[in-house]
């Protein structure tokens, strides 16, 4: 089966660890170029620069760029929140930093998903510390009503129920962010 069909179709090599569809492909891409066209519109004076949480943003951030009908420029940075678990430890740790000054720059910090929201909210404290002419959040997905931080995103693309999920991007000890739908996992952890 055509792997970027719009129907819904579990991939077979994954089907023993995954439930149901959370965001099918077609609802993905039709999304990811809805956003696109927000942000060429809100920054079509100011060209942003597009930051990109490793690993989990990865699929978000390289369709989500050419979405953009704008020069962007993009960088990347890893934290880690989660051990190999499925839930936040709360602690947040800064693994890859970026390459580039921030100062006078509009920053759009695109994220795979918002859960506790605690991964987030360092992001924004150590971020926003670096003068940045602007700085919001462009999140794929958020997850209803986790968060323990109040959260102002700027750009989501869905609400989904606090299941865990896996797919375009996100994973599970590092499994299944190359699938190209959003599932609820239902493996073991
Ligand atoms: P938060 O700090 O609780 O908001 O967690 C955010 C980070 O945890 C995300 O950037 C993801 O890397 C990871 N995460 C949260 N929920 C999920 C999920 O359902 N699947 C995969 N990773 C998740
Ligand atoms: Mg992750």
């Given at each position: 089966m055509d792997r970027h069909s719009p129907h819904d179709f579990t991939a077979k090599w994954a089907q023993d660890v995954l439930g149901e569809v959370v965001v099918s492909a077609k609802e993905v891409h039709d999304r990811v170029e809805e956003l696109g066209r927000q942000i060429t519109l809100d920054y079509a004076e100011n060209p942003p620069l597009l930051v990109c949480v490793l690993k989990g943003a990865i699929n978000f951030m390289a369709d989500l760029m050419r979405a953009i009908e704008l020069p962007v420029e993009v960088d990347f940075m890893a934290v880690s929140?989660?051990?190999?678990?499925?839930?936040?430890?709360g602690v947040v740790r800064i693994v890859k930093d970026l390459?580039?000054?921030?100062?006078n720059r509009h920053v759009v910090i695109v994220e795979d998903v918002v859960d506790s929201g605690l991964t987030l909210n360092y992001l924004r404290q150590y971020l926003g510390?670096?003068?940045?002419?602007s700085l919001e959040v462009c999140a794929l997905l958020l997850k209803e009503g986790e968060q323990r931080v109040e959260q102002l995103l700027k750009y989501v693309g869905f609400t989904i129920p606090a299941d865990f999920v896996v797919g375009y991007g996100l994973d599970v000890h590092?499994?299944?962010?190359?699938?190209?739908a959003i599932y609820t996992y239902v493996g073991e952890v």
């Open positions: 929140s989660y051990g190999a678990a499925t839930k936040t430890s390459d580039v000054d921030l100062t510390a670096r003068s940045p002419a590092e499994r299944y962010r190359n699938l190209d």
